[in-house]
């Protein structure tokens, strides 16, 4: 069960299988990315927003691993886009940490309807993170496909990842055709939609033809499309479950009959990029 490593277009590289820990209470956060670690995750997928920041960084710590070993990303959280409070919540982020350095640090909504629509001057103060060495990519979480393409004509760095809610029920099928074609990885967040894919028919069937549970088959079906996941749980067996997804392969008329569950929009989980402020 080896974990791919995903190849960014800065250079860098990602583990495709992380750990996600939203909705995590800081008081378990310690002990779920401890145990995530001790199973073989090397990838932790925060964020300001979620509050469990300074836990991620003492799991990392208390685990022995080298920093090195471990790639952490973060996001500016939606009160702090303008170039000077993003640069005050960045700094924040690092202390919280207790890192000097963060691996990715995204901007996680781009609130086109708020700060008068500038997102770009939100970007080009991530990419002095990125110029200074304290982010070693910078990525973008929720945007469509019109944020990429003001970002694209309007910023020097292209985003090395877009973080947007894909699973099969929502496949998000424009942002991630985007993505492919210009050479902008994309990560799937919930990526069994909080869980509520888990007793879809269609996917109890094949899990059970496989052998498999259903969480198994819909991380890989993810993975094999080349997209990144970080699904999050709290409980060790889920947890260790979530991460032996290499050790199978769904064919081409499985990995169609999951893609064909998409709802389009009516599958979106959680809130609409172009209106949530
Ligand atoms: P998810 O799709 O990972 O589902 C998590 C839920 O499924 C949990 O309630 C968990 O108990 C359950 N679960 C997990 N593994 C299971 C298993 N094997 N069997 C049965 N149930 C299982 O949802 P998520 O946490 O929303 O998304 C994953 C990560 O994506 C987050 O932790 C976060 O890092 C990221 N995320 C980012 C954004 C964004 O706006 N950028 C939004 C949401 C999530």
Same mark, same amino acid.
């Given at each position: 069960?080896?974990?791919?490593? /995903? ?5 860098? !590289? ?14 378990? +956060?310690? #002990? ?6 001790? /199973? ?51 700094? @924040? !982020? ?15 909504? $781009?609130?086109? +309807? ?7 001057? !939100?970007?080009? !103060? ?14 973008? @979480? ?25 699973? $099969? ?20 967040? @919930? ?17 059970? #033809? ?64 172009? +209106?949530?402020?």
């Amino acid at each position: 069960n080896t974990i791919p490593d /995903i190849a960014l277009n800065d250079g860098n !590289t990602i583990p495709q299988l992380g750990f996600g820990v939203y909705q995590i209470e800081p008081k378990d +956060t310690v #002990e779920a990315v401890g145990k995530a670690l001790e /199973i073989g995750y090397r990838h932790i997928d925060t964020a300001e927003m979620y509050g469990n920041e300074a836990e991620v960084g003492e799991a990392i710590r208390r685990s022995g691993l080298d920093r090195r070993e471990v790639f952490v990303t973060s996001k500016l959280n939606n009160g702090f886009h303008r170039p000077d409070d993003a640069r005050r919540a960045f700094d @924040s !982020t690092l202390a919280a940490l207790r890192m000097d350095h963060i691996d990715l640090f995204l901007i996680h909504w $781009p609130l086109p +309807t708020r700060y008068d629509g500038d997102f770009v001057s !939100t970007w080009r !103060t991530l990419e002095e993170f990125r110029r200074d060495g304290r982010a070693r990519s910078i990525g973008v @979480s929720n945007f469509q496909v019109a944020h990429l393409e003001r970002l694209a004509a309007e910023a020097e760095v292209v985003p090395a990842v877009n973080q947007i809610e894909v699973h $099969p029920y929502f496949g998000n099928a424009d942002v991630r055709a985007y993505g492919r074609a210009h050479g902008i990885p994309t990560e799937a967040w @919930s990526p069994i939609a909080q869980g509520k894919v888990l007793d879809d028919p269609t996917l109890v069937d094949i899990a059970e #033809e496989l052998g498999r549970t259903v969480a198994q088959v819909v991380l890989r079906w993810h993975v094999q499309r080349g997209d990144i996941v970080f699904p999050k749980s709290t409980t060790p067996k889920r947890i260790e479950e979530n991460f032996h997804i290499f050790v199978f392969d769904l064919d081409d008329a499985t990995m169609e009959r999951i893609t064909g569950l998409d709802r389009g929009e009516a599958g979106r989980q959680g809130p609409d990029p172009d +209106t949530f402020d």
